[in-house]
Structures are given as structure tokens and as C-alpha cells.
């Protein structure tokens, strides 16, 4: 409906009638619709199967380190995402729960530790694998780097208390990973050289603790120094 408006002796007309359709030209809408497929299209390659995965596994190697030297008590799920830069909901779309986490990271843990101290011992010349693998283990490097070491000296208390679940899933990595590194062991037969893998990495583990809480660097190095040289003469032929 016209509308008519008077100023001195001019007349203007307003046209209040529709001359569009209600949501825009023809043109308009073809563009609308481009532009929804394309920011759908952007959605779902922000959120491909492969960088869930990536995500998912970034999520798990910083947790592993972070609960080394942290510990997992007193972390929450917020303060760690966020320093991820990730939101705390989007934690919840691949973890069920912290506890569901905390199992994967000691499984990522153990593999990341049994990496290192391959690496250390293949490198070194043949016959001496054993020997540079507890020097490696219990240097002073490694005794500083508890984010990054040895998941038995840094978490193996905790791990007690925490409900089942967490202790099967660190059972059956703690069973692999001792597997794993026996072939460095001495032994006559696989469930020999397994029992002195157990035997070796408890105890290393129990000395690097130990190294970890005094506070003298002089009786930290000792503790390390007599440790390494026990377990050589115990182990190394």
C-alpha cells in the first residue's frame, strides 16, 4: 500500500510494497546457498577422519608429558586443553574421560621411553648395547628430564591409586614393554632374559626416583653413579 507525504507544494510517494521476494532476488538466494555448501565443505575438512586422528594423538603425547612431570591429580581437563589451545569441550570427542586418557598415556609413555633407550643401544658398538642402555637410563640427562623419561620412576605410585581400569591398562603395557626390552637382557631362554628385564628396570627406576628427591646435586650424581655400576656388574657380562 502507497503511503504520501507533503512538503510545501511536492508530493513524494513511498512505496511500502514488497518489489523483492521476502528472502532476497533469485540471484540472492543461489548465492546464499553457494555460500552455506562452501562453509559445509570447510567444516568438514577442519573435522576429516585424519585430523581427529592427528588431534587425538597430540592430545595423548602432551598428556603423557605432562603427566610425567606433573603428575595427574592435579591437572583438569579445562587448564590442559587450554594450553593446548583446544576447547574443553572438544576433549569429550575422543575421550570419554580423564581416566580413559590417563590409560592411554601411560601406553604412550612406555613407548616413547623404549624408543629412547633402543635407539641408545642399537647405536652402540656391538656387545655393549646393555651397558650404554643403563648409562643412558641412568644418566644425569634423563634423571633432569621427567616430562620426558622413564613412566615407572615418574608415575608408578599414582598408577597404584588409580581405579582399575588405569592399572590393567598399565599391566599390559608394563608386561609388553618388558617384553619388548629383554632381547638386551642376558638370559638362556625369552622368560630368563624377561625376568632380568624386570629385575633391571625396577630397580633403575627405583634408584632415578630416588636421584629425582634429594636436592644436593653432588649426592643426586652418586646415587646415579653407584646405581649404574651396580646394574652393570649385575647384568653386563
Not at 538466494?29 to 592427528?54: A, F
Not at 605432562?66 to 574443553?88: K, P, Q
Not at 656391538?126 to 615418574?154: D, F, M, N, P, W
Request: net charge positive.
Amino acid at each position: 500500500m502507497p503511503m504520501t507525504s507533503v512538503n510545501g507544494t511536492h508530493r513524494k510517494v513511498v512505496w511500502m510494497a514488497m518489489v523483492v521476494p521476502p528472502y532476497g532476488t533469485p540471484k540472492e538466494l543461489r548465492l546464499t546457498r553457494q555460500g552455506s555448501m562452501i562453509r559445509q565443505q570447510i567444516v568438514n575438512m577442519r573435522y576429516r577422519p585424519e585430523q581427529k586422528q592427528e588431534t587425538r594423538r597430540r592430545i595423548v603425547r602432551a598428556a603423557s608429558r605432562r603427566f610425567r612431570s606433573h603428575g595427574g591429580e592435579g591437572i583438569t581437563i579445562a587448564d590442559f586443553m587450554r594450553d593446548l589451545r583446544l576447547t574443553h569441550g572438544g576433549f569429550y570427542r575422543h575421550f570419554a574421560s580423564k581416566q580413559e586418557l590417563y590409560a592411554e598415556a601411560i601406553a604412550e609413555a612406555l613407548r616413547e621411553s623404549e624408543a629412547r633407550l633402543s635407539q641408545a643401544a642399537e647405536a652402540a658398538p656391538r656387545g655393549s648395547e646393555l651397558r650404554v642402555l643403563i648409562k643412558t637410563y641412568l644418566s644425569l640427562e634423563h634423571c633432569r628430564e621427567s616430562g620426558q623419561g622413564c613412566l615407572y620412576a615418574a608415575l608408578a605410585s599414582e598408577i597404584g591409586r588409580r581405579p582399575r581400569a588405569v592399572r590393567v591398562a598399565f599391566e599390559t603395557a608394563f608386561a609388553q614393554h618388558m617384553q619388548n626390552m629383554a632381547r638386551f637382557l642376558p638370559g638362556e631362554t625369552a622368560e630368563e632374559r624377561e625376568r632380568n628385564s624386570v629385575l633391571l628396570f625396577s630397580g633403575m627406576a627405583g634408584a632415578l626416583n630416588v636421584a629425582r628427591a634429594v636436592n644436593d646435586d653432588r649426592q643426586r650424581q652418586r646415587i646415579l653413579d653407584v646405581s649404574r655400576d651396580f646394574y652393570i656388574k649385575a647384568f653386563c657380562r
